[in-house]
């Protein structure tokens, strides 16, 4: 008699619970929406972490919980442009023929860098500082390899391409235009690093 009664009471809990955590996995999405949106709009500057809550509909409280600091906060919104960026791939992928879906992810990845060094200015520019990490290379090589591969198959980029020597190209590409901020020459850039990935005429 004793069991099913502690059943059900075990039921009602983990039932009672869900809308719980479901709130918080809303509230923490939503804290990450609204922190992309003010580090987008203050690149490099100052954001307050107290705007970020209000924005989100939530308490400060509730920030904290999720996020004790601002580097966790900053890290989180780098993780969520960094598997929206890898997301992309694929999703360029099914769209386009490889090579116009290689050169399409690589414009997708350049708005990526800029928000990538907004984030740092941003913690920097914070009252708590801290280290971000920044080891994307292995995220960026898995995002492009179905990308090289289907281009090798179906003729339209070069067999011989390794992912990671395309990162190598890419990283040169953004380092040695973004001390001058000429993105028109990044594009143009990127645009030939393209043209040495496809096959030579016969």
């Known amino acids: ?26 509230n923490r999405e939503k804290l990450i929406t609204a922190a992309r949106a003010a580090f987008a709009a203050a690149p490099g500057g100052p954001v307050a972490l107290e705007a970020i ?26 993780a969520a442009e960094l598997d929206d960026v890898v997301a992309s791939a694929s999703a360029l992928l099914g769209q386009f023929p490889p090579d116009v879906a290689l050169r399409a992810w690589m414009d997708r990845y ?20 801290g280290r971000i990490s920044l080891s994307t290379r ?3 090589i898995t995002a492009i390899t179905p990308i090289l591969a289907r ?3 179906a003729g339209s980029l070069r067999t011989d391409i390794r992912p990671g020597d395309v990162a190598v190209l890419m990283l040169g590409v953004f380092l040695s235009t973004a001390a001058c901020d000429a993105p028109e020459q990044a594009s143009r850039l990127l645009d030939l690093v393209v043209d040495a990935l496809r096959p030579l005429p016969r």
């Open 1 to 26: 008699m004793g069991r099913p009664e502690a059943a059900a009471v075990g039921e009602r809990s983990s039932a009672a619970g869900q809308p719980a955590r479901a709130d918080a996995r809303r």
């Open 53 to 78: 809550a209000q924005q989100a509909g939530v308490g400060t409280g509730t920030l904290y919980r999720h996020f004790p600091t601002r580097e966790a906060l900053v890290e989180a919104v780098y």
């Open 110 to 129: 350049a708005a990526f860098w800029v928000t990538k060094h907004a984030l740092l200015g941003t913690l920097r520019a914070g009252s708590a500082p």
């Open 138 to 140: 292995e995220r960026v």
């Open 151 to 153: 281009g090798a198959e």
